[in-house]
């Protein structure tokens, strides 16, 4: 009996979802958890399983946005009639496959139709070329052709770094913006999702605390550790270190390691600290789960694996989940102290400045060290000042004498 694929709710509050790619053709045979298309939702880009074994008879809607619910394709017996699940399909507000897709012009003058048969040889390249979904969503939409884009990942794969670094150079087949000429630039679902996120950031009453940490300590326990390293270990970073210790102060902070939903207050018993991540389509926050159980060592194997993901655009709905506290740390940019935005429903998340070598007053005495500089952004329905600063204080504490939480 024929089966209906939906598209899947892939999240809490998820509404649509954008079909980047089907990685099944009409005809052929599927088998149940087999990936079977590439759906880009507000957070990331992934496969989605079939959910039977059959044929897939039918791909109802071949590209763009999507209700969650809206059938999308059917799979069953080999020549079985289903047409008019198909029909009853059209309704659903999903986008035919034969449909026309109309195009936005940038600047129409300057816009010439492409020949049918050439953008179907276009297109059969690049299904051929190994690219991320990420890489190839960028492409889309810088207009540039992945066959042309040399790839510097594994297995000469095109990841999203070797279309953004095609989009700036001349080989590209995106066109710059002439000067003077205005550069409209549409916003991906990631960007949607940032925009909307922000805005409800910005309607939380917040409050700032600021202290300066001696990183001395902070930084000696990383280089003692990697001088323990064995073959194949993840170098831990100063962050890996601090995520620890961050971890270990929200145990003993509750009220900070907790989320605002429906005007309740959740806290929660372990911390999954959040690591902002900048990538080239925007600013994802992947979780390290259970950072307070975890030895540095293990954060740092769980952070690279995160980082590294979500700059291919690899990363999995489940990576950005049931985070309790975020982590924005923009030090290696130079930047001595910021302000970050709450990350909803979080109720506090931490900026961390770089590690300079600073003057320092130690016991009446003048001295120069490393030091950092760290504000706790706090939604105050959820946070006393007195308990933004007791968290504060001790995460300063745990900085200047690790040993008190490792």
């Known amino acids: 009996m024929a089966v209906e694929v939906k598209l899947p709710r892939l999240g809490q509050g998820m509404e649509s979802g954008t079909i980047v790619r089907w990685l099944k053709s009409e005809g052929d045979a599927v088998a149940r958890g087999e990936p079977l298309y590439e759906l880009d939702t507000d957070k990331v880009t992934q496969e989605v399983e079939a959910e039977a074994d059959g044929v897939l008879l039918t791909i109802v809607v071949a590209d763009g946005e999507v209700d969650v619910g809206t059938t999308v394709a059917v799979i069953g017996a080999q020549d079985e009639d289903v047409s008019e699940l198909v029909a009853a399909a059209g309704g659903d507000g999903g986008v035919p496959a034969a449909a026309p897709v109309a195009a936005v012009p940038v600047a129409a003058a300057t816009v010439a139709a492409v020949p049918v048969p050439m953008e179907e040889a276009?297109?059969?390249?690049?299904e051929r070329v190994k690219a991320s979904p990420l890489a190839r969503r960028?492409?889309?939409?810088?207009g540039i052709e992945l066959s042309l884009v040399t790839g510097t990942g594994p297995e000469g794969r095109v990841v999203a770094e070797d279309v953004e670094q095609a989009a700036a150079a001349p080989a590209a087949l995106a066109a710059p913006p002439s000067p003077g000429e205005v550069e409209i630039v549409q916003l991906t679902s990631i960007r949607r999702t940032i925009a909307r996120r922000l805005t409800?950031?910005?309607?939380a009453p917040v409050f700032q605390l600021t202290v300066t940490a001696d990183a001395t300590e902070l930084a000696g326990t990383r280089e003692r550790m990697l001088q323990l390293l064995g073959e194949g270990d993840v170098k831990p970073t100063v962050n890996d270190v601090l995520t620890r210790l961050v971890a270990a102060a929200l145990m003993r902070h509750r009220a900070v390691n907790a989320l605002f939903i429906d005007g309740a207050i959740h806290r929660y018993p372990s911390a999954n600290v959040g690591i902002?991540?900048?990538?080239p389509n925007g600013l994802v926050v992947p979780v390290v789960r259970d950072a307070d159980r975890k030895s540095v060592q293990e954060i740092a194997a769980a952070r690279a694996d995160l980082v590294s993901r979500a700059r291919e655009g690899k990363l999995q709905l489940a990576d950005l989940e049931e985070g309790t506290f975020t982590i924005s740390n923009l030090g290696m940019y130079g930047i001595d102290q910021f302000v970050a935005?709450?990350?909803p429903p979080q109720v506090a998340i931490l900026a961390?400045?770089?590690?300079e070598e600073r003057p320092l007053a130690v016991d009446g005495e003048l001295e120069i060290a490393p030091t950092m500089t760290m504000t706790l952004t706090c939604d105050h329905r959820a946070i006393d000042g007195s308990e933004g600063a007791e968290f504060l204080r001790t995460v300063k504490t745990l900085i200047?004498?690790?040993a008190l939480a490792l």
């Not at 276009?122 to 690049?126: A, G, K, P, T, Y």
């Not at 960028?138 to 810088?142: K, L, T």
């Open 200 to 203: 409800e950031a910005w309607e």
């Open 341 to 343: 935005v709450l990350n």
């Open 400 to 402: 200047e004498a690790p």
């Open 276 to 279: 902002a991540v900048a990538t």
């Open 138 to 142: 960028i492409a889309r939409e810088r």
């Open 122 to 126: 276009r297109e059969e390249r690049e």
């Open 352 to 355: 961390v400045g770089a590690i």
